[in-house]
């Protein structure tokens, strides 16, 4: 297919002829001193592989959205033991085409406190052996698809208006020029067949397999795609260019290479999510030299299981995969103890996923059912605390990976919300008395305002991140006005959580006397701060996202004083 685009290209007399030669034959041959078959070729393979990674790219995300969220909560739900951990990284990289998609999610999730060390090491490792399935796809070598692919992906992307079918379009989008790119790629490297020089260099990475490897895993790195690289890998065999030795040891350090993006994923988040992006690389490393004195018995395996070169080379793929898998399964609490001597320090504790009191064998009985209600509901109230806490740090100590704890707990508070309120409302159908009633009402008034203060810590925090990414600075009197009101709004809010979790009227009424405080002070420091800027004290991108921190901390304070309100029994 990729000789058609370039056989004009290649006709000499077209080419001097045409006005890029400007009828001057001499330029014919060369150009910036490099011969002009040189240069395309290698503007062919550029091209090629830019469209290979933007097709698996575009396939990825396509993929991801017809899954829907259910990804990410089978990754959060299926990891309660290494071995269903495994299973869930095989089956989710299977489904988005791309381990780096897999791992860099299962980063942000123990960064979240989501998930532990533990559970995160065994989805990287199923994650190996799900990412191979690609090359088991480029292997069938169905490039003269590629075109009717991209037709009826676009027909479905842009035509046709259910969400579903879209994703599924995009998905064969990508699918389609992914194949598009290899066949244009593979139309440009088989000219390399005719050079002794690159044939010669590629047949010492089957004697010298390190060096294989070293190449694979730096080409990789660059990319950020083990899948191109394998891609790649599996053209120049096809091309006759590449023999199945030094085929698997490339291939042996793409495996390796692709860890970088993990490690990359991990830049400026908490303790936890740098030792799973460390496990990443640990695996990737040990496995590959582990797995370069065995290259002999992966070949044999391969032929006898096909004739064909580029699926030889996916088998293989497969198969170093699986033995790392299963060799380093059993050895996960091992390396879980080495990744934290390589990064010492104390854990961040991890938020439980979903209701730890709920109970619906308590139902039939109200009042012990509303008292387990009541008690998640304070760990609920508890977490909106810990939200504020971190968004503030954000600012206040320079803690900028504090936006995804605060994220993760804001997707754990609307969990909670969502779990306690199904629980209450299938309590309002048993036989309960007035005074269990008026107990409920306030119990739903109380996570609503809960799962408020939650969003607009989380507003808080988005705050932060954007004042640090565009470096807005802050006047000292700015910042000491937001500290002011950040410790009136916090004791408020502590009372208020306490009032609830003990019914201290008393407490409650103290929470009402000072929201009115907490409301005067957020119009002082609106107009004062106004009267800064006019006066050109304050830089006014930085005023606006002052004005904006200061109105979700009077917002915290308003849906504290709900709490208290719902306590006195005045909702």
């Given at each position: 297919?990729?000789?058609?685009?370039?056989?004009?290209?290649?006709?000499?007399?077209?080419?001097?002829?045409?006005?890029?030669?400007?009828?001057?034959?001499?330029?014919?041959?060369?150009?910036?001193?490099?011969?002009?078959?040189?240069?395309?070729?290698?503007?062919?393979?550029?091209?090629?592989?830019?469209?290979?990674?933007?097709?698996?790219?575009?396939?990825?995300?396509?993929?991801?959205?017809?899954?829907?969220?259910?990804?990410?909560?089978?990754?959060?739900?299926?990891?309660?033991?290494?071995?269903?951990?495994?299973l869930t990284g095989v089956i989710v990289t299977a489904l988005v085409q791309s381990s780096s998609t897999t791992s860099v999610m299962v980063v942000g999730f123990?960064?979240?406190?989501?998930?532990?060390?533990?559970?995160?090491?065994?989805?990287?490792?199923?994650?190996?052996i799900g990412t191979t399935i690609t090359a088991q796809i480029i292997a069938f070598n169905i490039a003269s698809a590629a075109l009717p692919i991209i037709g009826l992906g676009v027909i479905l992307f842009l035509f046709v208006k259910r969400r579903t079918y879209r994703?599924?379009?995009?998905?064969?989008?990508?699918?389609?020029?992914?194949?598009?790119?290899?066949?244009?790629?593979?139309?440009?490297?088989?000219?390399?067949?005719?050079?002794?020089?690159?044939?010669?260099?590629?047949?010492?990475?089957?004697?010298?397999?390190?060096?294989?490897?070293?190449?694979?895993?730096?080409?990789?790195?660059?990319?950020?795609?083990?899948?191109?690289?394998?891609?790649?890998?599996?053209?120049?065999?096809?091309?006759?260019?590449?023999?199945l030795d030094a085929a698997l040891a490339l291939t042996l350090g793409a495996c390796a290479g692709t860890s970088v993006t993990a490690l990359l994923a991990s830049i400026g988040t908490n303790l936890a999510a740098r030792r799973a992006a460390m496990a990443h690389v640990l695996f990737s490393i040990l496995g590959s030299l582990m797995l370069i004195g065995f290259l002999d018995y992966v070949a044999v395996f391969a032929r006898l299981l096909s004739t064909e070169l580029p699926r030889q080379i996916a088998l293989g793929q497969t198969l170093m995969a699986v033995v790392t898998t299963l060799s380093f399964l059993p050895l996960i609490s091992f390396f879980a103890r080495l990744v934290k001597i390589i990064i010492p320090g104390e854990d961040i504790s991890s938020i439980r996923m979903g209701s730890q009191y709920l109970d619906r064998r308590l139902l039939p009985t109200p009042s012990i059912a509303l008292g387990a209600a009541k008690k998640e509901i304070q760990r609920m109230a508890g977490l909106a605390v810990e939200m504020v806490d971190n968004a503030l740090d954000m600012l206040f100590a320079d803690k900028l990976n504090m936006l995804a704890i605060v994220e993760g707990?804001?997707?754990?508070?609307?969990?909670?919300?969502?779990?306690?309120?199904?629980?209450?409302?299938?309590?309002?159908?048993?036989?309960?008395?007035a005074a269990q009633g008026r107990d409920l009402a306030s119990l739903f008034h109380a996570i609503n305002d809960l799962e408020r203060i939650g969003d607009h810590a989380l507003n808080i925090a988005q705050l932060c991140d954007q004042r640090a990414e565009r470096r807005l600075v802050f006047s000292d009197q700015a910042m000491e006005d937001i500290r002011r009101m950040y410790a009136e709004v916090?004791?408020?809010?502590?009372?208020?959580?306490?009032?609830?979790?003990?019914?201290?009227?008393?407490?409650?009424?103290?929470?009402?006397?000072?929201?009115?405080?907490?409301?005067?002070?957020?119009?002082?420091?609106?107009?004062?701060?106004?009267?800064?800027?006019?006066?050109?004290?304050?830089?006014?991108?930085?005023?606006?996202?002052?004005?904006?921190?200061?109105?979700?901390?009077?917002?915290?304070?308003?849906?504290s004083t709900n709490i208290a309100q719902a306590v006195l029994g005045e909702l």
């Open positions: 297919m990729s000789r058609i685009f370039y056989t004009a290209r290649r006709n000499s007399q077209k080419f001097v002829d045409s006005p890029i030669c400007f009828g001057y034959p001499e330029i014919r041959h060369y150009w910036g001193g490099y011969p002009l078959a040189t240069v395309d070729m290698l503007l062919g393979v550029f091209g090629g592989l830019g469209l290979f990674i933007y097709g698996m790219s575009l396939m990825s995300k396509g993929m991801q959205k017809a899954a829907g969220d259910k990804l990410r909560k089978m990754i959060e739900m299926l990891t309660y033991n290494r071995y269903i951990a495994v123990v960064n979240a406190g989501l998930m532990t060390l533990n559970q995160a090491m065994g989805t990287i490792l199923g994650a190996r994703n599924i379009g995009q998905a064969l989008l990508g699918f389609g020029i992914l194949f598009l790119g290899l066949s244009i790629m593979g139309g440009n490297l088989n000219q390399l067949g005719d050079n002794p020089a690159f044939v010669n260099m590629l047949a010492a990475f089957g004697h010298n397999r390190l060096l294989g490897v070293l190449t694979g895993a730096l080409f990789t790195a660059i990319i950020q795609s083990s899948s191109a690289t394998v891609g790649v890998i599996i053209v120049l065999a096809g091309e006759g260019i590449l023999d707990k804001e997707e754990v508070m609307d969990e909670l919300e969502s779990d306690i309120t199904v629980y209450l409302a299938e309590l309002s159908h048993q036989s309960i008395s916090k004791d408020i809010m502590t009372k208020a959580v306490t009032a609830f979790a003990g019914g201290d009227r008393q407490l409650a009424r103290q929470v009402m006397a000072a929201d009115r405080k907490i409301d005067q002070m957020e119009k002082q420091l609106r107009e004062s701060h106004i009267c800064r800027i006019n006066e050109g004290k304050c830089f006014p991108p930085s005023g606006v996202v002052f004005l904006d921190i200061i109105a979700n901390l009077e917002r915290i304070g308003d849906h």
